[in-house]
Each structure stands twice: as structure tokens, then as C-alpha cells.
């Protein structure tokens, strides 16, 4: 039987390895563009009550509930279509933080890389995709609607003695901290809004790590765990 791996790195991706608020930013200025700041805020306004619902960002189930009720306003269906081209295909390679790769590469030497994203089944994959990630971490891709709580069934998939998590999420890293303890290290790195939200981030205990930059995670070697 093969021995697990002493250390496994689960990494998540939207503000994490890749500027998801700029893809944001890039959405809403092309939806302002072509239909308008009005249809654009009607868009905006159902994807904020599926991240409710559903507890996870559904950029595709919003345009789906957006097209009900522009259909209703006389919008056509061709240039809704032309709105979920831009979604899936966006460069979402060209939005990856100056040294991702090159930060997975460095971890990929010292243990296995793992995708753990939330999300849903169609666009999240397509986003790991084409922003190269799903190649760089060897398909290993796990993306749930609350991750922290699927810790499981990670360490099922990817059995280790030892986790490290690198998150722009302190409420993410400290759920998780809290089920799994010091077998966990937790590695937050300060990017997007999430990150620098300081107000609700003082609800949370500080991760184990804190950097600037997902690059700043090439300069840091991680001491073998014993399996």
C-alpha cells in the first residue's frame, strides 16, 4: 500500500490564485456597456439573492434568473446569449496573480497541490480550466458549496498527516482550523476585498500564516511532517 503523502497544500482560487475581483469589475463594465447601468443593477441584484439562497456565487444561475425577467422587459434571447459567452469565455488565465504558478510549483515540491474551491459544477470548473490551474495542480480539483465543511471528505480524496490551506478568507481558514487543529496549518493571504475587510475579519482568530501575496508564498519552505 502506498504511504499518503506527510503534507498536502489545498489552495482555493478566487481572490487566492486568481484576481476574481477584477473579473468582477470586467463583468460589470461589459453589462453596463451593452444593456445599460439599470438591466446591469437588475443582473447584480439576482446573483446577491443567489449567493443567499444558495450560500456560493452563481454567476450562470443568476444570468439564468436575469433572462426570466428581461424576456419579461422585451430584452431578446441572442443578446442574452452573447452574455453568458463572455462568462465562459473569459481569460481567466490572464487574471492569475503575478507568481501563482510558480507558487504551486514551489509547494508541488514539497507535497501534493490541491484546488479546494467553492462554487458550482459548471462555471467554477471552467474557470480552474482555462486559468491553467486545473493543469497545474495535476487535476486535482475539489470544489463544494462550503468547503469547510467537506473536510471529510478532502481527506478522503487526499489523504495526508498534515494540511496546509492558503485562503483570502480568515471566517474559511478559521472553520477549519477549528475541526481539524494542529493538523492544520492556516495561511492567509491578503488580497481582494475579502481579505482587507478588516471589520469582519476581527471576528476571527489570525491564521498561522499571514502574507501580502500569493507570490510571497515562493519564498517559504514548509517543515516536513512526519506521516
Request: hydrophobic share 40%; proline share 5%.
Amino acid at each position: 500500500m502506498t504511504q499518503p503523502p506527510a503534507t498536502v497544500f489545498l489552495i482555493d482560487v478566487d481572490n487566492t490564485l486568481l484576481d476574481n475581483d477584477r473579473v468582477i469589475a470586467d463583468l460589470r463594465a461589459h453589462l453596463e456597456a451593452s444593456f445599460g447601468a439599470e438591466s446591469a443593477g437588475r443582473y447584480w441584484s439576482a446573483l446577491e439573492a443567489l449567493r443567499t439562497e444558495r450560500g456560493y456565487v452563481d454567476y450562470l444561475g443568476a444570468l439564468q434568473r436575469y433572462r426570466a425577467e428581461e424576456s419579461r422587459r422585451g430584452m431578446s434571447d441572442s443578446r442574452l446569449l452573447l452574455m453568458s459567452g463572455f462568462l465562459i469565455d473569459y481569460p481567466f488565465a490572464e487574471r492569475l496573480y503575478p507568481g501563482a504558478l510558480d507558487v504551486l510549483r514551489h509547494l508541488g515540491r514539497q507535497g501534493p497541490t490541491v484546488i479546494l474551491s467553492d462554487g458550482d459544477v459548471v462555471f467554477q470548473p471552467r474557470k480552474v480550466q482555462r486559468s491553467g490551474l486545473w493543469d497545474a495542480t495535476g487535476g486535482r480539483v475539489l470544489i463544494y458549496v462550503h468547503k469547510e465543511q467537506m473536510l471529510d471528505t478532502v481527506a478522503q480524496c487526499h489523504p495526508a498527516a498534515h494540511y496546509v490551506m492558503i485562503d483570502d478568507k480568515l471566517r474559511i481558514l478559521s472553520a477549519m482550523k477549528a475541526i481539524w487543529g494542529a493538523r492544520l496549518t492556516t495561511v492567509f493571504v491578503r488580497q481582494g476585498h475579502y481579505a482587507l475587510d478588516t471589520q469582519a475579519n476581527a471576528a476571527y482568530a489570525p491564521a498561522d500564516i499571514t502574507v501580502e501575496h500569493i507570490g510571497d508564498l515562493i519564498n517559504l519552505d514548509f517543515p516536513p511532517t512526519t506521516p
